[in-house]
């Protein structure tokens, strides 16, 4: 018989007699159901996943004939040290003898799949489109001087504040933005400080991208599925939530779920012994697909967050409304009025474009003088959309036929007029989208879109972890007077951590799992690039100076 654990809250909690459901999309979820039987010993049977879609804000697929779409990816590399925690426990599809992680390093150890961009901006020019210079930053004394401010600023005082408050305009013209930007200047000046705070060693290489990590093709295949095969085959179950009901008594605690299943309505009801695992929020909340020939749909409304289908805005607007008539409760679960309440502000427009002729990739091979997969990511920075591309390693879906290649990109600005196609660029249909990019890049256009498929997808929250907060919006982990429910996901606090999507929720899914069922064990710590002082001095120095 398992050992049972004491938990940070006193509770005694014995594994074999532990149900653990974990509510919500993605990789938080599915991070603390690989520890809850690595490392906590729950039985697989009993850890119950409750999704209303696979994998949350990782989610890709397609076909070659309808067009492939890719979801959000994130940029990997060493400082990813929870994710790739994770990883090694998990087995690759293409050979289960490895792990995901050796998979990734095998990978990335091949010369040829090194990341090196030769051509991070790319301006229009006189005679077509120009490799921009990014060696100079484009900062002035001035923007040196506001860097240097923000970065040894308390966060009390970035409370709410946003990064434009912080910056002169000319700020924002300079190649050091343009680079950094997806973080937009109304962003969280506190979660700008954070991001220059982690990220700080990798500044000089923001030019060249230089030890980024590749996966073998996109993060859904080489990441989330396999970790789902695994989770399946140990027996996990996977089932369709709905929402949450809570108990109201002293402490924080979940008493019932609602599900459906094969379109029948259930009910569990959550025992003593049991726990609850509830990722906030959701970054694909209301996401509208359009088509080749059509736009994506109207942006939504708030009131649409709180019916998705995938209720992460919902589930959590229950617990905060319940919290308010119980005072105790009250500054304990966070708001999230604060993120899903200002599209306008998180909204972004991305795309997949399917080609089925050779011609562009060539072409941008020899614009950029890089290879597909190691040029990182690709910005047109005079485009009124503020359009970037990513040309990855090929093939990009595990089952893609090898005539066929996929790349995609998206765009900070899909409210403004497009500087080819006169409309803004969440009113265009995919066909539009390419023509706008590949007038940019002075490529032809007849027989590439004759042989393209370009699928657009508006996501209203895209970047809302990165609103502006004040101190408390965000919950912790394991609130206060929590007994059974723990929080998971980008909308929960870690100090002194930057959202990160992939690395930040699995470092809240190992922290709620470790706590939860009272293991003596933490996460590794954040990979700071401040703590080595004498690096910190030369990076500061090189950027600054």
């Not at 990014?134 to 240097?148: A, C, P, Q, V």
């Not at 929080?487 to 990160?500: A, C, K, M, S, W």
Request: hydrophobic share 35%; net charge neutral.
């Amino acid at each position: 018989m398992a050992r049972g654990h004491t938990t940070q809250n006193g509770h005694l909690r014995q594994p074999e007699l532990t149900n653990a459901y974990l509510v919500g999309d993605g990789i938080a979820s599915l991070t603390a159901a690989v520890h809850l039987i690595q490392d906590a010993r729950v039985p697989p049977s009993q850890v119950h996943i409750l999704e209303s879609r696979p994998s949350g804000s990782l989610y890709s697929t397609g076909t070659p004939g309808t067009g492939y779409v890719v979801s959000p990816e994130q940029m990997l590399n060493f400082s990813c040290v929870c994710l790739y925690d994770l990883l090694s426990i998990v087995p690759s599809l293409n050979d289960p003898a490895k792990t995901v992680k050796q998979e990734i390093n095998e990978f990335n150890a091949v010369p040829g799949n090194k990341t090196y961009a030769n051509s991070r901006l790319i301006t229009r020019g006189t005679d077509g489109p120009q490799i921009v210079d990014t060696k100079e930053l484009g900062l002035r004394e001035r923007d040196r001087l506001d860097l240097f401010n923000i970065y040894r600023e308390s966060e009390k005082k970035l409370s709410n504040l946003r990064v434009i408050d912080c910056f002169e305009e000319e700020f924002f013209r300079t190649n050091f933005w343009c680079m950094w930007a997806t973080m937009q200047p109304w962003h969280s000046a506190m979660e700008f400080r954070r991001y220059l705070h982690r990220f700080v060693l990798g500044l000089p290489r923001i030019n060249t991208l230089e030890r980024l990590d590749n996966t073998l093709y996109n993060q859904y295949d080489s990441i989330v599925l396999p970790i789902e095969t695994y989770l399946k085959a140990q027996g996990v179950n996977f089932k369709h939530a709905v929402r949450l009901t809570f108990a109201e008594n002293s402490e924080i605690s979940v008493n019932g779920i609602h599900f459906s299943k094969d379109d029948d309505k259930e009910f569990i009801q959550v025992e003593g012994s049991d726990i609850v695992f509830l990722t906030l929020g959701s970054t694909l909340a209301c996401a509208s697909v359009g088509s080749n020939h059509s736009p994506c749909g109207p942006l939504s409304s708030a009131h649409d967050a709180l019916r998705a289908s995938d209720a992460g805005w919902s589930n959590w607007s229950s617990l905060f409304f319940s919290s308010l008539i119980n005072p105790p409760h009250a500054a304990q679960l966070g708001n999230p009025l604060s993120f899903y309440s200002r599209m306008t502000e998180s909204r972004s427009l991305w795309f997949t474009v399917t080609l089925q002729n050779p011609e562009f990739f060539k072409l941008f091979e020899k614009l950029t003088s890089n290879d597909p997969g190691t040029g990182g990511l690709t910005t047109l920075k005079d485009s009124s959309w503020l359009l970037s591309i990513v040309v990855p390693h090929q093939p990009y879906f595990l089952n893609q036929p090898n005539d066929v290649q996929v790349f995609w990109g998206y765009a900070l600005f899909p409210e403004k007029i497009g500087d080819s196609v006169r409309k803004p660029m969440f009113e265009c249909t995919g066909k539009e989208i390419f023509k706008e990019l590949l007038g940019h890049l002075n490529f032809p256009e007849d027989y590439s879109r004759r042989d393209s498929i370009t699928i657009p997808c508006m996501i209203p929250y895209a970047t809302s972890p990165l609103l502006t907060r004040r101190h408390g919006d965000r919950p912790q982990v394991i609130p206060k007077g929590s007994s059974n429910l723990a929080l998971l996901g980008q909308f929960v606090e870690i100090p002194e951590d930057g959202v990160f999507p992939l690395e930040y929720s699995v470092r809240t899914a190992q922290t709620a799992v470790f706590k939860m069922m009272g293991i003596q064990k933490q996460p590794k710590d954040i990979c700071k690039g401040d703590k080595n002082l004498m690096t910190l001095a030369k990076t500061l120095k090189e950027l600054l100076l």
